[in-house]
Nanobody, 122 residues
Framework: VQLQAFGGGLVQAGGSLRLSCAAS????????MGWFRQAPGKEREFVAA????????YYADSVKGRFTISRVNAKNTLYLQMDSLKPEDTAVYFC????????????????WGQGTQVTVSS
């Protein structure tokens, strides 16, 4: 599956953005999905994951209660709703697919999409 993230941009602290990840192919619902981010000078870090059906989600502590991951399998699309954004959320955000949610969380044998830049100003 090929992935392309979009929807990033510049937003003030406290604002919201919704990222989307479009997947090509007809096997989108065969994969668990997730979001990661990488800030300048830092390693890529896990943000959120969701099961194939969308029935279960998992979040990094740093975004829990502020970000919501979701998917619409009929549209081959993954989303990340980001609310109450903070300057420390500034990063390039990547979507990823994996065989199951545990693999996504561990970034084990996942497919990566191209990232989208999110900048939160203070």
């Amino acid at each position: 599956v090929q992935l392309q993230a979009f929807g990033g941009g510049l937003v003030q602290a406290g604002g919201s953005l919704r990222l989307s990840c479009a997947a090509s192919g007809r096997t989108f619902d065969s994969y668990a999905m997730g979001w990661f981010r990488q800030a300048p000078g830092k390693e890529r870090e896990f943000v959120a994951a969701i099961t194939r059906s969308g029935g279960r989600t998992y979040y990094a502590d740093s975004v829990k209660g502020r970000f919501t991951i979701s998917r619409v399998n009929a549209k081959n699309t993954l989303y990340l709703q980001m609310d109450s954004l903070k300057p420390e959320d500034t990063a390039v955000y990547f979507c990823a697919s994996g065989i199951d949610m545990d693999a996504v969380i561990r970034a084990s044998s996942v497919y990566w999409g191209q990232g989208t830049q999110v900048t939160v100003s203070s």
